[in-house]
């Protein structure tokens, strides 16, 4: 959209530049989200978590006119490709080129606009990955052991845990995985388990020994715990990302094995090492300048420049020790001057109504299902960014999600841009008015100039310091400001008729103060951004250090008003709870057969039926909270002896829901 003369120049947001390098002397900020795992459609908590995160702090810089580059791509390599294809009946390459145009076709829906969606499964990934590689081995930095494995002979390969079946040798279930048994919830090793059995054919596998190659972590602890307590200050990393991190370097780096017996990975590039691949923790965060990579060939000089070039890193809590301890190892080890990690923005988890997202058990929204609904993206970025989980898990609740449609965008943001709007349609014939016929401005104009520049400072702070859930809500309090500046000045027929030169200045105070909203707006809700600059009929403007009114000119014609948002109906929230499992307590198929096989050992828990009462709300409560503490020390690597009292509070947790469900059902 050209400017028109009757906007002041200067002000257009600039078209999106398809050739971004750094600016020597100016601020250059590289944005990456945890890269998702290619072989499924990822859920609301895992676009909150990253990817959607990370596109309001990209779009903020562009708002700001600050030179900023965003890479993303799906992860593509590993055991879980491998399990995956194996199920499907396919190639790990088919279920690749499957799944990455779903992705980039979810994350294109919700308006999630990355300069590079790319993929692991690159020529780039490979020459960086074994660059990197070599570097380290140059420098003395890998070790070589030898690690017990399971192997089978009619596979003719070692499996990975995610390949081994057999009986758990802590409470005899026989149907436990080669990490962890299911019943218990014991953590285990492969080659822990009781007649072990291979997933993929069924036969015996025999432990054998394999070699491996080792990062030396230890070595790399002083400069990368240094590094971390400056960055993670300066930075102002999120404080579950400094905690985490913390626990890793209390307890010590240790050797990091970053090899494995896998045929789909980067080939380990060294004499006497065929046959092996990268650990795809070793290899997924050099997905990052391997992406640039394929953007420009001049990746060096945002990856490589740590003088011009701030990192950004967005994620769930779960990756953060890969990329605040073992990815920076890594670039250290290398010996060359690498960007490093400025800033670390973590979430905790976002649960769905009363359980957590499951894909086998049709619990959940996933990124086909909300194109479904038929609600625009702009409602569902705003629920789930207003939602964020930033200090504590948050729950997705449709109700809540209808309700602040309802009393949230269409009540506030919506009401008083489509009011203003239809006004100056209908008294103004679109025109805005002059200010020499205009009254002069009285205390109530001047109040919300103020009030609306401290807001605006305050949302400056907020996104300057990646608070986002923050920057919303000041963002929805500036909205909030314009609808009772309307009321206070009874912005209707009378005013017009009776005193027209104060209708004037309020008109153009309201329209001056929509226009800034757009540029407010445009890191959260982009098409909601577009939509009021299409109805001002103006580009959508940078985000200004201060508001004034003499952004939108005497004299200028706008367009007619949309509708911003539309109420949903209260009924969809049943509907949309039975569509997307939010009532079920059913079990998974895969569930229901573990059950079944293990019936001398455990009882299936009864199914319940109808509304829960208040001691199961409360209940599944302490159980969502226990798990989540259980992953919380997963997460950080703790001790076995530290982790196995707690997974065994969460079984004796469920075992009374169980208990409760049963007294119930009777």
């Not at 948050?394 to 009401?415: T, V």
């Not at 008015?433 to 009254?439: K, N, V």
Request: glycine share 6%; with cysteine; hydrophobic share 35%.
């Amino acid at each position: 959209m050209s400017t028109p003369a009757t906007i002041k120049a200067g002000i257009a947001m600039p078209p999106k530049n398809p050739h971004k390098l750094p600016i020597p002397g100016q601020r250059n900020v590289l944005i990456t989200s945890a890269l998702p795992y290619v072989n499924n459609v990822p859920h609301l908590g895992n676009i909150i978590g990253s990817t959607l995160s990370a596109d309001v702090y990209s779009r903020y810089q562009r708002v700001r006119d600050i030179n900023a580059l965003y890479i993303c791509g799906t992860d593509e390599y590993g055991t879980a490709t491998e399990t995956k294809a194996l199920s499907d009946g396919v190639t790990c390459q088919e279920l690749c080129d499957k799944y990455h145009p779903i992705h980039k076709q979810c994350y294109e829906w919700m308006e999630i606009d990355f300069d590079k969606f790319g993929r692991t499964t690159t020529e780039e990934q490979t020459q960086i990955a074994q660059d990197i590689f070599t570097k380290l081995h140059k420098n003395d930095l890998l070790v070589e052991d030898s690690m017990l494995q399971l192997y089978c002979s009619h596979c003719d390969r070692y499996l990975a845990d995610r390949f081994v079946e057999g009986t758990c040798p802590k409470c005899s279930y026989h149907d436990a995985r080669g990490d962890q048994c299911d019943l218990c919830g014991s953590l285990l090793n492969a080659t822990d388990l009781i007649n072990p059995r291979c997933k993929l054919d069924g036969n015996q596998p025999v432990q054998k020994e394999s070699k491996h190659l080792f990062l030396d972590l230890g070595k790399l602890q002083p400069r990368c715990e240094a590094w971390f307590e400056k960055a993670s200050t300066e930075g102002h990393w999120s404080a579950n990302g400094k905690i985490i991190t913390q626990s890793w370097f209390k307890e010590g780096l240790r050797l990091r094995c970053i090899t494995r017996d896998l045929k789909w990975g980067t080939p380990v590039p060294l004499e006497g090492w065929e046959g092996k691949v990268f650990y795809v923790w070793f290899d997924a965060p050099i997905g990052y300048p391997s992406i640039t990579a394929t953007y420009t060939k001049e990746w060096e000089k945002w990856w490589k420049n740590p003088k011009d070039v701030k990192l950004y890193q967005f994620m769930g809590k779960d990756n953060v020790p890969f990329h605040s301890v073992i990815f920076p190892s890594t670039l250290f080890g290398t010996g060359e001057d690498w960007t490093l990690l400025n800033t670390l923005s973590t979430t905790e988890y976002l649960q769905y109504e009363t359980g957590k997202f499951s894909k086998s058990r049709g619990v959940g929204v996933f990124g086909n299902n909300i194109q479904e609904t038929g609600v625009p993206p702009s409602v569902w970025r705003y629920y789930l960014l207003s939602n964020r989980p930033e200090t504590n898990d948050s729950q997705y609740l449709w109700k809540d999600f209808i309700a602040r449609n309802n009393n949230e965008l269409l009540a506030n943001l919506g009401n008083f841009v489509n009011r203003v709007i239809k006004f100056v349609n209908a008294k103004y014939e679109s025109k805005v008015p002059s200010l020499e016929t205009a009254a002069a401005p009285t205390g109530s104009d001047e109040k919300l100039i103020r009030e609306a520049n401290e807001k605006l400072k305050l949302y400056i702070e907020a996104l300057d310091d990646v608070k986002i859930r923050e920057g919303l809500r000041v963002a929805m309090e500036i909205s909030a400001l314009g609808n009772a500046y309307l009321q206070e000045n009874k912005i209707d027929n009378t005013l017009f008729a009776e005193h027209k030169d104060r209708c004037d200045r309020v008109v153009i105070t309201a329209l001056n103060l929509i226009y800034l909203l757009a540029a407010v707006l445009f890191p959260y809700m982009p098409s909601t951004s577009e939509s009021i600059a299409r109805q001002l009929n103006a580009p959508v403007r940078l985000l200004p250090d201060e508001f004034a009114v003499d952004a939108i000119l005497p004299g200028h014609v706008i367009n007619k008003a949309e509708y911003l948002f539309k109420r949903i109906d209260e009924k969809q929230e049943e509907i949309w709870r039975a569509k997307y499992g939010g009532n079920s307590t059913e079990p998974a198929p895969e569930d229901k057969k573990k059950k079944k096989k293990s019936a001398s050992k455990a009882a299936a828990a009864p199914v319940f039926q109808g509304e829960k009462p208040e001691e199961v709300i409360a209940l599944e409560k302490k159980i969502e909270e226990q798990g989540a503490k259980v992953r919380d020390l997963k997460a950080a690597k703790a001790e076995a002896s530290a982790v196995q009292p707690e997974v065994q509070n969460l079984l004796e947790l469920k075992k009374e829901l169980n208990d409760l469900f049963a007294k119930l059902s009777v």
